[in-house]
């Protein structure tokens, strides 16, 4: 019974955030419900979907007057009603070993789109990744630090649970000492062929 109202709630979160979430094209979504505004693009998740592992890249920043410090185990994923963690980054380079990869196809898309977003506003920190690629100047980090002024962006890597061309996925982050301040982000994983 208490499997079932936690996936009523999920389920119930999953409509309410996509009616929230704006798609701002090209696979790039942004939500600023909660304190922590939260961009989400899906540029390379949909287009290596089949994956064992698939990359999102994060843009978060934070209202006002708030200041929260997102610890890499409170980014999670929900689909289909369960929620997962990110991956380990020693287990994503023993099994996956194409951030580098990733990261120089991220490159060469656009990021035009969230300049129509809150996130045109925010100074992103760029030396600290919870992913970054190995041969790079850019240190692993567990744990961002966001403000009204600072942003971070950041790789994020989940293991992919059975992922379908067209599901809905909410990507969530969370303030590691105060679970009110938060931000989610739905994203529709439409396939790129």
């Known amino acids: 019974m208490k499997l ?8 119930l979160l999953t409509l309410m955030l996509s009616a929230q979430t704006i798609d701002l094209g090209t696979h790039v979504f942004y939500n600023e419900e909660g304190a922590i505004n939260l961009a989400v693009d899906a540029n390379m998740a949909v287009r290596i979907l089949d994956s064992p592992y ?32 990110m991956v380990d980054i020693k287990v994503l380079r023993k099994e996956y070993n ?22 045109r506003y925010y100074r992103f920190q760029m030396r600290y990744d919870f992913f970054p690629p190995r041969a790079s100047n850019i240190r692993v980090t567990d744990e961002a630090s966001v403000s009204e002024t600072i942003g971070f962006r950041t790789f994020a890597y989940f293991k992919n649970p059975g992922f379908k061309d067209g599901d809905t996925v909410i990507i ?4 590691k000492k105060d679970s009110e301040i938060w931000g989610a982000s739905a994203v529709v994983l439409k396939q790129v062929k």
């Open 54 to 85: 698939v990359p999102f890249v994060l843009y978060m920043g934070a209202d006002p007057s708030v200041i929260a410090n997102i610890n890499r185990n409170d980014v999670t994923l929900v689909h289909d009603g369960r929620s997962y963690q």
């Open 98 to 119: 194409h951030e580098s990869r990733d990261y120089r196809m991220y490159s060469r898309f656009s990021k035009d789109n969230l300049a129509l977003s809150r996130m």
């Open 172 to 175: 969530n982050v969370v303030d």
């Open 4 to 11: 079932l109202k936690i996936g009523f709630f999920l389920g």
